[in-house]
């Protein structure tokens, strides 16, 4: 996902997420129609809904992961750095 993501802000990241995930299904859905031309496959609509579930649950987990990153330790863990040191001593 960081590959798709670029200086334009959440809004863009966002469409490029869903774009993500929209061209995961529809590979899912190439891959199910180039099986049902082999003798022994055959396509199925639940694997097309299992890949899809895969890609969307990939791409929020990298969402996330990357905001959680970007987002610095403060706000990671609720309180400054300069707080969580006074609290120790």
């Known amino acids: 996902m960081r590959a798709l993501r670029n200086a334009m802000g959440e809004e863009l990241f966002r469409r490029r997420l869903f774009l993500?995930?929209?061209?995961?299904?529809?590979?899912?859905v190439s891959d199910e129609a180039h099986q049902s031309f082999v003798p022994s496959r055959s396509a199925s609509a639940v694997d097309v809904s299992i890949?899809?579930?895969?890609a969307i649950c990939g791409t929020l987990l990298s969402y996330r992961r990357n905001r959680r990153r970007r987002m610095g330790p403060e706000a990671r863990y609720g309180a400054t750095l300069k707080d969580r040191t006074l609290k120790k001593t």
């Open 20 to 28: 993500s995930i929209l061209i995961a299904t529809l590979y899912a």
């Open 51 to 54: 890949d899809s579930i895969g």
